[in-house]
């Protein structure tokens, strides 16, 4: 989450950062009330997002953060996940993964949002025959220059602590061709819908310097897990 | 219809500035371009903002935005009821939906007018 932060305020061009959890934790969104997870297995871990939405039980998925200047997405929010999701979507198909996009037809996000991330699906959510396949929130900022955090999580198998979630496992035998697949055509059609061109590279000193400071400033307090 | 009362932020925040104290919001198209809105926090009473810094966040479809202070000074009011009532956004933008009152001791250099505004929203698309 600090490295994700770090590349919202910082990255000097448009980056995708693919990862994965261990341990598997649980992250809340921006405005979730910690009191909300009292009832979490003691020892959980746990840390808030900079991004919106429901809370996430990250076990075995594929997680990402894509950070990119504003004007390259739609600046109607809906819309810039109508234009993510679909990419993934194809991405998935490529890899021979069924799912769906819910279309305009299906309710919005319901108010006040669930507890859970995966619990009930909303407009442009991508799903499975089982449910909510995808996990997506954003954060938007205009400082330093106007810039969208974009956060997914593709789960691979369902989690402990939300078993309910759909996963690729459920119909797919997941081995490490298929995630390094995977990865391959996220990587690509994220670059085809936002016209850019794909190059590997690691985090930059300063980046790396920053991530390393909001971990220890932010994200390890426990006032930052319990601002709400 | 715009007021042509107002002043304008490129990241579509409004003021109306009178006797030294702004009224503070978000415009009809950082409304309709956010969408389904859920969440909204406001500093209090009494807070200090400061000019291109954040006073607020707002949550629609699962984004958090950030939302930036046209003026510096100190926050004398709040519109306490508008984070239970954020179908007022939609309603009355630059009426009922007022976020913030602030006595001023700044202003932005970067505020627009109306018209320099809808073009900004126009070439924004």
Known sequence: MAVDDAL????????LRLYGWWPHAVSL????RFAD??????????????????????????????????ALLPGDVAESYVL??????????DCGIACKRLDAGHAPTPRPIARWCFAEPGRDDLVTSRGKLLGSAQRRVQRPSPRVLHHGSLVVRSPALTPFVA???????????????????????????????????????DETALARQLQRTLYECDADLRRR | MRPNDCKFLKSHEWCKIENGVATIGITDYAVSHLSD???????????????????????????VSSLYSPVSGEVVAVNKELPDHLEWLGEGPFTKAWMLKVKVTAQSPDLMNTAAYEAHCTAEG
């Open chain 1, 84 to 93: 993510l999701h679909d990419a993934i979507r194809t991405a998935l198909a």
């Open chain 2, 37 to 63: 809105l859920v969440f909204l926090d406001l500093p209090k009473q009494g807070a200090s903002v400061t000019v291109g810094e954040s006073f607020g966040e707002i949550e629609s479809v699962k984004a």
């Open chain 1, 8 to 15: 919202l305020q910082r990255a000097a061009e448009p980056t």
């Open chain 1, 37 to 70: 997870f009292a009832d979490l297995p003691p020892g959980t871990p746990i840390v808030r997002r900079r991004t919106g939405g429901g809370a996430i039980h990250h076990g075995d998925e594929l997680t990402f953060a894509l950070v990119l200047p504003a």
């Open chain 1, 167 to 205: 996963a690729i496992a459920d119909a797919h035998a997941v081995d490490a061709a298929l995630r390094q697949q995977l990865a391959d055509r996220l990587i690509h059609h994220f670059a085809r819908v936002l016209a850019l061109e794909p190059r590997t590279s690691a985090l930059s000193t």
């Open chain 1, 29 to 32: 969104g921006w405005f979730q």
